[in-house]
Each structure stands twice: as structure tokens, then as C-alpha cells.
């Protein structure tokens, strides 16, 4: 197989970062970009030494094997449809959709055209969390406490913090546990969107665990703590750190260590998964089940605050 023919669709912050790692990928040619804002389509493309698109029809008529989708949540359906009609495998940032019904007709449009589509849940491909997931042991795990606050990104109108950071997290909750949430008690609060979110969640066997996120600390904190009957983690998802205190008799601290993490950058390292999965024809790491799922108990959280959301899929 040749070079990967990539594209990027919406160049703002996040989408200039996809073009980036796709133009240093060794075995992906970046063909180009596109943005309704052609102004920033053309200071990116010069950037990364690529094409700037003004319409998305003349892009996808080049022949596109990947594309990476970084538009607003509530144009998802569209961009993917259109991406997915070309025959584009797609890598789409989370969430999946704006809504669940739109996420339930973006499923259909990939598998209609038989393209392959994966979430861009980052998280899972930063080097912390695979540390905490190579040293955990799911059959000690009693609970985990995540916090992930920060100021408002500009980009964000058309979501509220929990489907636009909270969803990592929930996301992570199953990714670590491997179980499925039964049940949540969520508050949320701020507005028409809300700015924050405070979320109990109940998993299988027990495990619990609880999730804090907003909009209005004025500084950045990406922590996760796990707790188990042997043992408790504490990790820094920012600063690339996780501490594994052993617990000894009458559960005071035997020792700790720091859990070795490796180098990488979360996104290349995700997009780089993509090229090789596509390369090899073998499976995303991060399914649409699990994108779905993610965005289901969002859903659930925000329209029913207050109250005892019950979430398992009785499939």
C-alpha cells in the first residue's frame, strides 16, 4: 500500500493539530484542508505545506482515504454523511454527535457507505492513562474520583461541558473498569448549556465512581484518582504523572512508586493508531458502541438532573 491520503475538515485549534501529525507522518500525504473560514484554510495549508480547499465537494473529489472531521458537535451529521458518501474512512472528534438521535443517523451514514468511523475519545491514547490501565487490577478496584475543569474553550457554543469534556471521562469510566454504568445521580448547572456538572455513577460489580467538571475554575486540572482494596492510584493527566501507593496493614501506606509512563503526544499517537489500523485492516481501538455509549449517558445526565438515571443496555 502507498502513502494514506489524508484531509483535515475544520482547521480550527484542534483541527490545525490534526494537520500537523498528519504532515510529519512518514506514510500519510496530507492532500488538504478545508474550513468555511478559507482565509485559515490557507494560512494552515501554508503552514503544513498542503492545499486550502474552498469547498468541501472539490476536496473529497480527490480521492480521500482519511478524514479528519474538528467541526462544531451540532455539524457532525452533516460533515460525516458528506465525508462518508466520498467513501472517506473518518476519524471524528467527540463527541459523536450533538445529540443521540443525530449520533444514531451518523452511525447509519458509515455503515451505508461501509467506511470505517472512530471517536476521537484522545484520552484513552494519553500515556498516563495507559499506565494506570497496565497496573490496575479491575478485580481490587472499589472506586475512582475524576476531575476535569478548566476555563470555557471560545470554540464550544453549540454543547455544554458535559458532552464537550465531561464524555472523556465517562468514556474513561468504562475504558478503565471494562464494566458497564447501571446507574447515575448527576447535578448540573450554568445556563441553557451548563458549565458544570457534578456525576455519581454506579458499574457493574459494585465499582463506583465520581465525576466534577466545569467551565469556571480559571485554571486547567486533569486528575484521576482510583482507589482498591490493595491499593490506590493517584495520576495527573496534564503532567504526564501516576503514583501507586501499596496499601499495607490497616490500610496505611506500605510504599509508593511512580508508575512508569511513557513518551507522546495523546493525538498523534491516536491518529497514528488510525494509519495503522486502516494500513493493517484491523479494528479501532475505540469502537461505535463505545463512542455511543459515551454519549447516551451524557445525554441521560443532562436531561435528567437530580434524579437516578438508569443506564444499563438491556441488549
Known amino acids: 500500500m502507498g502513502k494514506l491520503r489524508a484531509a483535515v475538515i475544520g482547521v480550527g485549534s484542534m483541527g490545525e493539530n490534526h494537520a500537523r501529525i498528519y504532515s510529519k507522518l512518514p506514510d500519510v500525504e496530507l492532500i488538504g484542508v478545508f474550513d468555511l473560514d478559507y482565509l485559515r484554510s490557507i494560512r494552515i495549508a501554508e503552514t503544513f505545506e498542503t492545499r486550502a480547499f474552498k469547498s468541501l465537494d472539490d476536496l473529497l473529489n480527490t480521492g480521500i482515504d482519511v478524514v479528519s472531521i474538528a467541526v462544531p458537535a451540532s455539524s457532525h451529521l452533516e460533515a460525516v454523511a458528506r465525508c462518508a458518501r466520498a467513501g472517506c474512512h473518518i476519524l471524528l472528534e467527540k463527541p459523536l454527535a450533538d445529540t443521540v438521535e443525530n449520533a444514531e443517523k451518523t452511525i447509519l451514514e458509515c455503515e451505508m457507505s461501509g467506511v470505517r468511523l472512530m471517536v476521537g475519545h484522545v484520552e484513552r491514547f494519553n500515556p498516563v492513562v495507559q499506565a494506570i490501565k497496565e497496573n490496575l487490577r479491575i478485580d481490587d478496584l472499589i472506586s475512582l474520583d475524576i476531575v476535569r475543569v478548566g476555563p470555557k474553550p471560545p470554540r464550544v457554543k453549540d454543547v455544554g461541558v458535559i458532552r464537550d469534556m465531561g464524555i472523556h471521562d465517562i468514556d474513561l469510566i468504562r475504558y478503565l473498569t471494562g464494566k458497564e454504568v447501571i446507574s447515575a445521580y448527576s447535578l448540573v448547572a450554568g445556563g441553557d448549556k451548563e458549565d458544570i456538572g457534578i456525576i455519581s455513577f454506579k458499574l457493574e460489580d459494585n465499582i463506583l465512581a ?14 484521576i484518582q482510583l482507589a482498591g482494596s490493595k491499593g ?16 499495607g ?24 493508531t488510525v494509519v495503522d489500523c486502516l494500513r493493517k485492516d484491523i479494528d479501532y481501538p475505540v469502537s461505535v458502541v463505545d463512542a455511543y455509549r459515551a454519549l447516551q449517558i451524557a445525554e441521560l445526565c443532562i436531561k435528567k438532573p437530580g434524579e437516578l438515571v438508569f443506564c444499563r443496555n438491556e441488549e
Open 210 to 223: 465520581h465525576l466534577t467538571v466545569n467551565w469556571i475554575t480559571p485554571f486547567k486540572v486533569r486528575k
Open 232 to 247: 490506590f492510584i493517584e495520576a495527573d493527566l496534564l503532567n504526564r504523572k501516576a503514583l501507586f501507593y501499596e496499601k
Open 249 to 272: 496493614e490497616e490500610g496505611h501506606v506500605n510504599g509508593t512508586k511512580e508508575l512508569p509512563v511513557a513518551a507522546g503526544e495523546p493525538l498523534e499517537r491516536e491518529i497514528r
